[in-house]
C-alpha cells in the first residue's frame, strides 16, 4: 500500500540523500568520477552508454535469450536472506519500515547477482515499481536509487520490461521534483539497454520528455543526454527524438566544456549517423567542427567518442571536407599513437580511412606521415582495426608517393599474410590495397615474392562474391605489371577456368572485375588459346546486351584482346556480340568509346562482322569520333572505318567482275 505520512528531507537518513555517495560515470571505458552536490548529481551510478561498432538494435523484439547461473539453495549466502526480510518490510504498509529497508537496501553491492536474485525472488521488483507510483517522494527517491543500481544486469532489465515498470518511470520524467527527474531518467538509461524498454519508452511518451530535459541546466541534461543515448539504438526512436528538435539542443549541449555531459551527447550523435538523413541534420547543425574540437581535449573516453562518431559521419564526402577544413587530419593521425585503446583506434582509422576517400586528402595524410603509422598498425590489432587500417591504405594507395611509402615502410608483408584470414571486410580492403600497390612495378615484385597473386587467386573461389570482385580488380595490374606475367598465371593449377568461370557470376561487379583480369590475361598468347578452349567468347558474348558502363568498357577491352586468337573474331560475331557493341558507341563515357571502338576495330577484321557493323550504323558513329582528341580513339575508329569501305570496295569489284 502507499505510505501514510511523510518526514522532513532533513531528518531523511542519509542513504537517501542526493548527496549520498559517488556513483560511476558511464563511458566506454567505464570513467568513474566524483559527483556531488546537485539534486540528480549522484545518480548516474552503474550506468552504461552503449559503444557497440556500427550495431542498430531497430528490431527491438530480436533479443538475446539471456543465461542466468543461480546457486544452489544451499549455497546461499546470508546476504540473500536477509535482501528478503527488507523486501518484505518495503510492502508492510508502514513508511517509516519502507523507508529503512529502502536505506538498508543500499548498503548492499546490488550490482551483485547475488543481490539482484535476492530482490526478484521475493517478488522485489514489482514492490520497488509499486513505490514510484506513491505520493511520498522520498519512497520513489529510494526506490529509483535500487532499481538504477539492479538494472545494470541484462536480466533485470528484461525482467523490468515483463513488468511494465517503464511507464511509471516516464511518469516521472514530468515531475516537478528535479533529482526525480534525475534519478527516472538515468534508471531508463540503464533499462534501455534491452530493446523491449526502449519501445516502452516511445510508447509512453519518453521520447519528448527526456528531449525536453536538454533544455535544463547542464547536469539535468546530463540525465536525460544519458537516457537518449541508450534509447537511440533503435531507429523509430531517432525518429522521434529529431521530430522533437533534439539536433539543435545536442548541437548547443555539444558547445559545452563539461566533459560528464558531453560523453552522453556524443553518444547520440553517435548513433543518430548511422543513419544518412541523420547525418545530413548533424552536419548542416554545425556539429562536425565542435567534434573535431573535441578530439583536442584531455580525455580519451570523449576522444574516443568522437572519433567513432565521426567515422559514421565521413561516411558522406562533405563531412570528409569539414574534417579537413577544421584541421582535423593532424589531430586525428597523432592519436594513432594510443595503439593499447582499441577503441579509439578504431574509430580515427575508420575516419582516416574515409577522409582518404578523398583525393584533396590524401597529399595532406601522406604529409602527415599517415602511411607509417596505418602499417606499423597492421600487426598486432583486433580484426575490426586491421579493416580500417586495411581500407586506410587501399584508399591512400592511389598516390604513387603513398604507394612506394607502403612498400618502404615493410607494408606489403602484413598485408599479404592476412590474405590467409576468413573475414571478408577484411579481406576485400586488404585485395583493394594490393591491387593498388600492384600498380607499382618495384611493389609487384615484392607481392610476387611472398606468394600473394597465388593468394588472391585463390580469393576467386570466395563464396562471397564482393570477395571475388576484389581479388579479380587486384589481379588485373598484377598481371599486367609482373616480369613473367604468363608463366606467372599458367603455374596456377587450373587457374585460367576457374577465372573463365566466374564470367557465369549474377554480380556485375564481379562480372567487370574479370573481363579486366582476362583483357590482360589475353596479352599472353599460351594463355589466351587456353582461355579460348574453355569457351571464354560465348560467355564474353552472352554479356555484351550490359547496360552497366564499368561492365561496358572492359568487355570491349576483354573483347578487343580475345580477337587475335584463331577464328575467335568469328565467334564473336556468331555470339551476337557486334550489334550491341554499336550501341555501346551511343553512351556518353568517353573510356567505353575508346575500348569499344578498339574491340570494333579487332571485329572488323571478319567480312561477316563488317556487314553487320554497317547494318547497325556503326559508320556515322565511328566518323564522329575519328575527331576526338584521344589518338587511340582516333585511330581504332579510322582502322574500322577503313576495314569497312576495303570490304565495300571488294564486294563491289566482285560485282562488275
Not at 536477509?82 to 553491492?109: E, H, M, P, W
Not at 608483408?413 to 586488404?430: E, F, K, Q
Not at 588485373?476 to 557470376?505: H, K, Q, T, W, Y
Not at 550504323?617 to 565511328?622: H, Q
Amino acid at each position: 500500500g502507499k505510505p501514510g505520512s511523510t518526514f522532513p528531507l532533513a531528518t531523511m537518513p542519509n542513504s537517501l540523500k542526493a548527496t549520498k555517495k559517488s556513483s560511476a560515470l558511464p563511458s566506454s571505458a567505464s570513467l568513474t568520477q566524483r559527483r556531488t552536490g546537485k539534486p540528480g548529481s549522484g545518480s548516474a551510478s552503474a550506468l552504461q552508454i552503449p559503444n557497440e561498432h556500427f550495431s542498430d538494435s531497430d528490431t527491438d523484439e530480436s533479443e538475446e535469450e539471456i543465461e542466468e547461473r543461480r546457486p544452489a539453495t544451499t549455497d546461499l549466502p546470508p546476504e540473500y536472506w536477509t535482501i528478503q526480510k527488507l523486501v518484505k518490510y518495503l510492502s508492510g504498509g508502514n513508511q517509516t519500515a519502507t523507508i529503512i529497508a529502502l536505506c538498508s537496501l543500499r548498503d548492499f553491492d546490488l550490482r551483485a547477482e547475488i543481490c539482484q536474485f535476492a530482490i526478484r525472488d521475493v517478488g522485489g521488483l514489482e514492490v520497488l515499481v509499486n513505490l514510484l507510483e506513491t505520493d511520498d517522494v522520498k519512497c520513489k527517491i529510494g526506490a529509483l536509487h535500487i532499481l538504477q543500481e539492479i538494472c545494470s544486469s541484462p536480466a533485470v532489465t528484461r525482467a523490468v520490461a515483463d513488468t511494465g515498470a517503464v511507464t511509471p518511470m516516464v511518469a516521472l520524467l514530468g515531475d516537478d521534483n528535479e533529482q526525480l527527474r534525475c534519478l527516472a531518467a538515468t534508471t531508463i538509461a540503464n533499462c534501455a539497454a534491452y530493446g523491449r524498454n526502449r519501445r516502452a519508452v516511445r510508447r509512453a511518451g519518453g521520447i519528448n520528455k527526456l528531449v525536453a530535459l536538454l533544455r535544463a541546466p547542464p547536469h539535468v541534461a546530463r540525465c536525460g543526454a544519458l537516457a537518449l543515448c541508450s534509447c537511440s539504438k533503435s531507429v523509430k526512436n531517432k525518429d522521434r527524438m529529431v521530430a522533437a528538435g533534439a539536433i539543435p539542443l545536442l548541437a548547443a549541449l555539444l558547445k559545452s566544456d563539461n566533459i560528464d555531459l558531453l560523453l552522453p551527447v556524443v553518444g547520440i550523435l553517435e548513433e543518430c549517423a548511422r543513419l544518412p538523413a541523420h547525418r545530413k541534420l548533424v552536419r548542416e547543425a554545425g556539429m562536425v567542427p565542435d567534434l573535431v574540437d573535441h578530439l583536442r581535449r584531455d580525455s580519451v573516453d570523449l576522444q574516443t567518442r568522437c572519433a567513432s562518431a565521426l567515422f559514421k559521419c565521413a561516411e558522406d564526402l562533405e563531412t570528409t571536407v569539414l574534417i579537413r577544413n577544421q584541421n582535423g587530419l593532424a589531430p586525428l593521425v597523432g592519436l594513432l599513437s594510443n595503439v593499447g585503446n582499441h577503441d579509439l583506434v578504431w574509430g580515427v582509422t575508420g575516419t582516416l580511412w574515409k577522409c582518404a576517400g578523398l583525393p584533396e586528402n590524401v597529399p595532406l595524410l601522406f604529409d602527415l606521415k599517415a602511411v607509417d603509422v596505418l602499417v606499423s598498425l597492421l600487426q598486432g590489432q583486433a580484426e575490426d582495426v586491421l579493416v580500417n587500417v586495411a581500407g586506410a591504405l587501399a584508399a591512400l594507395a592511389v598516390d604513387e608517393k603513398c604507394r612506394k611509402s607502403i612498400r618502404s615502410s615493410g607494408g606489403i608483408d602484413p598485408l599479404v599474410r592476412l590474405l590467409s584470414g576468413t573475414n571478408h571486410a577484411l579481406l576485400i580492403n586488404v585485395t583493394h590495397a594490393l591491387g593498388k600497390c600492384a600498380q607499382d612495378p618495384e611493389s609487384m615484385a615484392v607481392i610476387d615474392k611472398l606468394d600473394g597473386v597465388r593468394l588472391l587467386w585463390s580469393l576467386l573461389k570466395s563464396p562471397n562474391t564482393e570477395a571475388q570482385a576484389a581479388a579479380a580488380w587486384a589481379i588485373s595490374p598484377c598481371i599486367e605489371n609482373a616480369r613473367d606475367a604468363g608463366e606467372m598465371v599458367r603455374s596456377f593449377v587450373g587457374g585460367l577456368e576457374l577465372i573463365v568461370g566466374l564470367l557465369r557470376s549474377p554480380s556485375i561487379n564481379v562480372q567487370a572485375a574479370v573481363c579486366a583480369a582476362i583483357a590482360n590475361i589475353a596479352r599472353d598468347e599460351e594463355n589466351l588459346a587456353v582461355i579460348s578452349d574453355h569457351g571464354v567468347v560465348p560467355l564474353l558474348g552472352g554479356l555484351a546486351p550490359t547496360t552497366d558502363l564499368l561492365l561496358r568498357r572492359h568487355l570491349a577491352d576483354a573483347i578487343a584482346q580475345c580477337c587475335t586468337w584463331g577464328a575467335n573474331r568469328t565467334a564473336f560475331g556468331a555470339a551476337g556480340a557486334v550489334q550491341p557493341l554499336v550501341n555501346y558507341l551511343r553512351c556518353s563515357d568517353p573510356s567505353v568509346h575508346r575500348s569499344t571502338a578498339r574491340a570494333l576495330n579487332q571485329l572488323s577484321h571478319d567480312p561477316e562482322n563488317c556487314v553487320a557493323m554497317h547494318n547497325a550504323g556503326v559508320v556515322r558513329l565511328l566518323l564522329d569520333m575519328v575527331g576526338a582528341t584521344d589518338e587511340v580513339l582516333q585511330e581504332a575508329a579510322a582502322s574500322c572505318i577503313a576495314s569497312i569501305r576495303q570490304l565495300a570496295l571488294r564486294a563491289e569489284r566482285a560485282r562488275l567482275g
